[in-house]
T-cell receptor, first 113, second 110 residues
Framework: DVKVTQSSRYLVKRTGEKVFLECVQDMDHENMFWYRQDPGLGLRLIYFSYDVKMKEKGDIPEGYSVSREKKERFSLILESASTNQTSMYLC????????????FGPGTRLTVT | RKEVEQDPGPFNVPEGATVAFNCTYSNSASQSFFWYRQDCRKEPKLLMSVYSSGNEDGRFTAQLNRASQYISLLIRDSKLSDSATYLCVVNENNFNKFYFGSGTKLNVKP
């Protein structure tokens, strides 16, 4: 079974803080994704990475950056947290080319006050 | 117009009932289709992939209608444990082209 873990289940940060969310997968998958999920809006892609040090912007990259220094680890960084970044953040991974089934981590519920 | 649309529900059904959800997609270039299940405050989990004309797994059947651009999920003999939100996901065979529906909520009652 694919295992995707995220560093925190719940996080509370103050406006202006720098926030790091980390995701680790144990299946040697190439592709990793960061989404946020908000009621009524579904999942929206922030960034994805298809290899170490490679990244592409998703639909809503503003206010976020990412880092992928090792294949198994994909970090999402909020440079200066704002209240509109309060959300559920989900990391996902897919396997070898030709398969588009995504496996999600347990999510981090971030509250910015 | 949203890329993927689902009826948000909730669908309230008794145990043992058969229930069906539809999901419409707008882009005819879509190639891969999935149903995910999401429990309250948990992550989405892959329920079924729908790659061709349909797929069946126990009590669950997924169908794809390319002409009308929708996929469906049929659940037979509903269980209390089927209560969840069901997300439709569509992909254009491109890793930055996943489109998620907002989900359909199912409540199965005793």
């Amino acid at each position: 079974d694919v295992k995707v873990t995220q560093s925190s289940r719940y996080l509370v940060k103050r406006t202006g803080e720098k926030v790091f969310l980390e995701c680790v997968q144990d299946m040697d998958h190439e592709n990793m994704f960061w989404y946020r999920q908000d009621p009524g809006l579904g999942l929206r892609l922030i960034y994805f990475s298809y290899d170490v040090k490679m990244k592409e912007k998703g639909d809503i990259p503003e206010g976020y950056s990412v880092s992928r220094e090792k294949k198994e680890r994909f970090s999402l960084i909020l440079e200066s947290a704002s209240t509109n970044q309060t959300s559920m953040y989900l990391c996902a991974t897919t396997g070898a080319s030709g398969t588009y089934e995504q496996y999600f981590g347990p999510g981090t519920r971030l509250t910015v006050t | 117009r949203k890329e993927v649309e689902q009826d948000p529900g909730p669908f309230n059904v008794p145990e043992g009932a058969t229930v069906a959800f539809n999901c419409t997609y707008s882009n005819s270039a879509s190639q891969s289709f999935f149903w995910y299940r999401q429990d309250c405050r948990k992550e989405p989990k892959l329920l079924m992939s729908v790659y061709s004309s349909g797929n069946e797994d126990g009590r669950f059947t997924a169908q794809l209608n390319r002409a009308s651009q929708y996929i469906s999920l049929l659940i037979r003999d509903s269980k209390l444990s089927d209560s969840a939100t069901y997300l439709c996901v569509v992909n254009e065979n491109n890793f930055n082209k996943f489109y998620f529906g907002s989900g359909t909520k199912l409540n199965v009652k005793p």
